[in-house]
């Protein structure tokens, strides 16, 4: 987690990877098990979150993994940046961005499925507030009103 705790390093890593844009705005958001399970899912999104900016392009995603086997909530303090390994969704190929709540009296954590024109799905889900992440509360607060219906 030390590698993005701070909004400097988040906007380093990004930068790094050419995925900022004019508005940056980061969040985290973890992948929603209980949507994204089997094998080939496991292959094809080898990752526990996502490190997300959502600029006037699209979206950059940093993926982040677990030491170890994963099964439904995912510690933030356990998550470690996968080195040069990211994804990246550009305006054109977003079909669709879905947010609703998590469970019907969970009103903390917000389901968020991305459809790709590609075919891909991203099943995740992001905490209405991580207080390790300053940067989270704002950029996802962000999110939220530009995708929620």
């Known amino acids: ?52 900016n959502r600029t006037e392009k699209g979206l950059g995603m940093i993926l982040l993994a677990t030491k170890g086997l994963t099964f439904n909530f995912v510690k933030l303090e356990k998550l470690n940046l996968k080195e040069d390994e990211f994804i990246v969704v550009d305006n054109e190929l977003i079909q669709s961005v879905t947010i609703k709540k998590y469970a019907l009296l969970n009103s903390s954590k917000k389901r968020i499925t991305i459809n790709a024109k590609d075919g891909k799905t991203y099943d995740l889900y992001a905490n209405v507030n991580e207080p390790l992440l300053p940067y989270h509360n704002d950029g996802f607060d962000k999110f939220l009103n530009e995708f929620s219906k």
């Not at 980061?26 to 209980?34: C, E, G, L, M």
């Not at 899912?41 to 990752?47: L, Q, T, V």
């Open 1 to 52: 987690m030390n590698e993005f705790d701070t909004l400097e390093k988040v906007q380093k890593l990004f930068e790094k990877y050419n995925l900022n844009g004019e508005d940056n705005n980061y969040f985290i958001a973890y992948k929603d098990y209980t949507k994204a399970s089997g094998m080939a899912n496991g292959m094809e999104y080898p990752y526990d979150a996502l490190l997300i």
